[in-house]
């Protein structure tokens, strides 16, 4: 059996837009910001950040499936709207892969699975484990390399100044925790955060740049 895990970078957006929406409303509610004597335009971009970061938790949350293959079956089961979709991957009738594009260029992977029931998606810009779920699908290789080789080029400049950045902010933060002599939890919060999504980008980096040489030493 295969659990769909859920992209890093997806996840922590999700939870920042969670912390953030969360905390906006509570201090719109509490502090009584909208009735107070707060000038109108601070008032309104409050009140424009509530619904931008309440609205794509919402979105996230109506987005949010699980997926699991077992069985030779493909369930993704929406819990939020109590929907599920289901796939036999002993009749599919069609599978087509290609790529996508996602925040401001970034560029993702998705594979459409049919067969006589409908139709299910998979991409990586949910799951992190995509290889892993597709791997037992009969995928034309030479166009999965080219799939793959065209989002290692386009995203690899983007993650190496993601790297040296959350490289940069995490020699930052330790040196001035040892600077200073001064450890605040948060502090810790911060650290971890930055540690996932630095060991996230390290991986893609890797992967990006064998994908890169593989192909280079083939051709």
Request: hydrophobic share 45%; charged share 20%; aromatic share 16%.
């Amino acid at each position: 059996m295969k659990i769909g895990i859920y992209n890093i970078f997806t996840s922590f957006w999700f939870l920042l837009m969670f912390l953030s929406g969360g905390t906006l409303t509570y201090l719109s509610i509490d502090k009584n910001l909208f009735t107070s004597d707060l000038i109108f335009i601070a008032k309104f971009f409050v009140g424009l950040l509530v619904l931008i970061t309440n609205g794509l938790l919402f979105y996230f949350l109506y987005k949010f499936r699980i997926l699991i293959i077992d069985n030779n079956k493909i369930i993704s089961f929406y819990p939020f709207w109590l929907k599920k979709e289901k796939i036999d991957l002993n009749k599919i009738k069609n599978l087509k892969l290609e790529n996508f594009y996602a925040f401001k260029g970034t560029v993702y992977r998705k594979i459409k699975i049919s067969d006589l029931n409908g139709t299910l998606e998979i991409n990586d810009l949910e799951f992190e484990n995509f290889e892993n779920l597709t791997s037992k699908l009969i995928i034309n290789q030479n166009r999965k390399k080219e799939i793959d080789l065209k989002q290692a080029k386009s995203n690899l400049s983007n993650l190496n100044f993601s790297v040296y950045l959350l490289s940069g902010f995490l020699i930052f933060i330790i040196f001035n925790i040892l600077k200073n002599n001064n450890f605040h939890p948060l502090l810790l919060t911060f650290i971890l955060c930055n540690g996932i999504l630095l060991y996230g980008s390290v991986k893609r980096k890797m992967e990006y740049n064998r994908i890169i040489k593989t192909a280079h030493n083939s051709g």
